[in-house]
């Protein structure tokens, strides 16, 4: 009842008047709960999470980290293909703004997690997973120094 009450006060008023300190103890609160959350109302806490996430806009990028890493992470072992999808986009969605070096969990804990995962032949999880490890793959690219082409000559 106070997630969907949080919900229809973000969805009415915004997140105009809430200042840093409410903000680190609405972000808080609402991974705390999102983790005790029971099948009954799974539903109810997702609308609000998003609700939230949504009200606070760019406001919410410091805590991206911290929601990749205590939520997503956690939901990888998701039975639900559509779920699944969903979350692998998510992550794929935060590594593109917080970038590999401040990942939570570190890539080098994840990728072990997405190996199984593109075993699962539903669409939407595979598309996600592949285009997830590709841009490791990519952005891991970067930090890797380049050999001079002579070096492979002598």
């Given at each position: ?8 006060m973000?969805?009415?008023?915004g ?21 005790e959350?029971t ?36 939901y ?17 969605a ?6 590999m ?12 997690r ?7 032949r ?5 598309e996600n ?12 690219a970067e930090?890797?120094?380049?050999k001079?082409v ?5």
């Amino acid at each position: 009842m106070a997630m969907e009450t949080i919900e229809k006060m973000f969805a009415n008023l915004g997140a105009s008047d809430i200042d840093a300190r409410l903000e680190e103890l609405l972000i808080d609160g609402i991974l705390y709960a999102f983790q005790e959350q029971t099948s009954y109302d799974a539903n109810v806490m997702l609308n609000g999470f998003g609700a939230i996430v949504n009200a606070l806009g760019q406001r919410e990028k410091p805590y991206l980290p911290q929601i990749c890493g205590v939520v997503l992470y956690e939901y990888l072992g998701e039975e639900y293909p559509e779920v699944l999808g969903s979350i692998l986009g998510a992550l794929k969605a935060i590594l593109n703004v917080i970038g590999m070096t401040k990942m939570t969990p570190p890539i080098k804990d994840l990728l072990p997690r997405l190996t199984p995962i593109l075993k699962n032949r539903h669409e939407k999880v595979q598309e996600n997973c592949i285009d997830l490890v590709g841009r490791i793959a990519h952005r891991g690219a970067e930090f890797v120094p380049k050999k001079r082409v002579d070096e492979d000559l002598f």
